[in-house]
């Protein structure tokens, strides 16, 4: 009988249950959506590379992290180039100007789900010559503040057009993906649906009709450990899951 340690057996377990979860989600999604594989991002803030790679061994590809330091020294642990070669790191916190290098030098960079102004869309455009192989592009989604929350980064959403015309239009070395929010934190879901997640997909409409994008083509990152489920029922591409994987946050740890 192997060993494990019984971290290893909630990883497995915890990752199971929210991928079994994630196709009935699917199963309850309105035909008009776009009927995309939503795309799980592994939330792994403050956790160590040990539970990365159980994580990994058991199949998860897509991993997020809000912090540029943590991200790129986790991408740079010997135990995960080592373990997890095709690992896919997405950036999904705010992000300064200063650290946009030690960033895109993160091995296994995938997308940046967080560019909310011209000027960092430019910095990034700018800054990937230096990182990229294979000229290829630097994936990004757009992020749109949807709460209106003064402590939330983002843009408002009537600016969605203006900043993504700007990314196709001046920014050669980015490939624009989609939009992401992070949205209020606990919303009461017997009120109906997410308000945050409406605005998100409304952003997309608008996006596509005015700059006659293919919805196909435009992701929508939006959901975490609370209301996955029903971010995909009304039209989530990517989550972003992090507690229900790796278990809780201590509870006084803000992202
Ligand atoms: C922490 C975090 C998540 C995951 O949160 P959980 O509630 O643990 O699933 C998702 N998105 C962002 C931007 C985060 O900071």
């Not at 939503?38 to 058991?58: D, F, G, H, M, N």
């Not at 005015?210 to 083509?217: A, G, Q, V």
Request: aromatic share 6%; glycine share 6%; charged share 25%.
């Amino acid at each position: 009988m192997s060993v494990q340690s019984a971290q290893e057996i909630d990883i497995m377990h915890g990752l199971k249950t929210v991928l079994a979860q994630i196709e009935s989600a699917v199963a309850r999604r309105s035909k008009d959506l776009p009927q995309v594989t939503p795309r799980l991002v592994a939330v792994s803030k403050i956790k160590p590379a040990t539970l990365i790679v159980q994580a990994y061994e058991a199949g998860q590809r897509h991993f997020g992290e809000n912090y540029v330091n943590e991200l790129a020294d986790k991408a740079k642990d010997p135990l995960i180039l080592e373990n997890c070669k095709e690992i896919k790191w997405h950036f999904i916190g705010h992000l300064q100007t200063n650290k946009i290098n030690k960033l895109l030098g993160s091995p296994g960079l995938f997308m940046v789900e967080t560019v909310d102004s011209e000027k960092l869309a430019d910095n990034l455009n700018k800054q990937w010559l230096k990182y990229r192989k294979d000229e290829e592009k630097l994936k990004i989604m757009v992020q749109i503040n949807t709460s209106g929350e003064e402590a939330k980064n983002g843009i408002e959403p009537p600016e969605t057009c203006q900043l993504v015309e700007h990314v196709l239009k001046n920014c050669p070395n980015l490939e624009f993906t989609g939009l992401m929010t992070i949205g209020q934190y606990d919303y009461d879901l017997s009120k109906g649906p997410n308000p945050d997640f409406i605005t998100l997909v409304k952003c997309r409409e608008e996006v596509c009709n005015k700059l006659n994008l293919d919805i196909k083509n435009v992701e929508l990152s939006m959901g975490m450990s609370s209301d996955f489920e029903h971010a995909i029922e009304v039209g989530a591409t990517t989550v972003r899951v992090g507690s229900n994987i790796f278990g809780a946050r201590p509870p006084n740890f803000k992202p």
